[in-house]
Nanobody, 130 residues
Framework: QVQLVESGGGSVQAGGSLRLSCAAS????????MAWFRQVPGKEREGVAS????????YYADSGKGRFTISQDNAKNTVSLQMNSLKPEDTAMYYC???????????????????????WGQGTQVTVSS
């Protein structure tokens, strides 16, 4: 049974930091694209960052470049998102997502298309106050 379990959300003032974690289980962790998406009520889910578990290449949406860092711990099958210099507009439910991405597959591992991702966590709320 595939599970993605997020943790680390909470409330913080603008300029503060939070670290989100996603523990993955139930599928072979290698050769997967792992990503963080976020969603505000009434708006579409948007990609934040992604990492390819085979090699660790990363992708960042413009919203998080320079402020967010995605990383992985292969020994623990965990992906983390370090968020610094948080802004009120970062307030959202943050979701961990994954899809199989074998070596040689066309395209790239990016957090740009919700429909590419097969597995989703339940989400963790991030609230940034001004």
């Amino acid at each position: 049974q595939v599970q993605l379990v997020e943790s680390g959300g909470g409330s913080v003032q603008a300029g503060g930091s939070l670290r989100l974690s996603c523990a993955a289980s139930g599928f072979p962790y290698s050769s997967y694209c792992m990503a963080w998406f976020r969603q505000v009520p009434g708006k579409e889910r948007e990609g934040v960052a992604s990492i390819y578990t085979r090699g660790g290449s990363t992708y960042y949406a413009d919203s998080g470049k320079g402020r967010f860092t995605i990383s992985q711990d292969n020994a623990k099958n965990t992906v983390s998102l370090q968020m610094n210099s948080l802004k009120p507009e970062d307030t959202a439910m943050y979701y961990c997502a994954a899809h199989f991405f074998p070596p040689g597959a066309p395209g790239s591992c990016e957090a740009s298309s919700v429909s590419e991702y097969v597995y989703w966590g339940q989400g963790t709320q991030v609230t940034v106050s001004s």
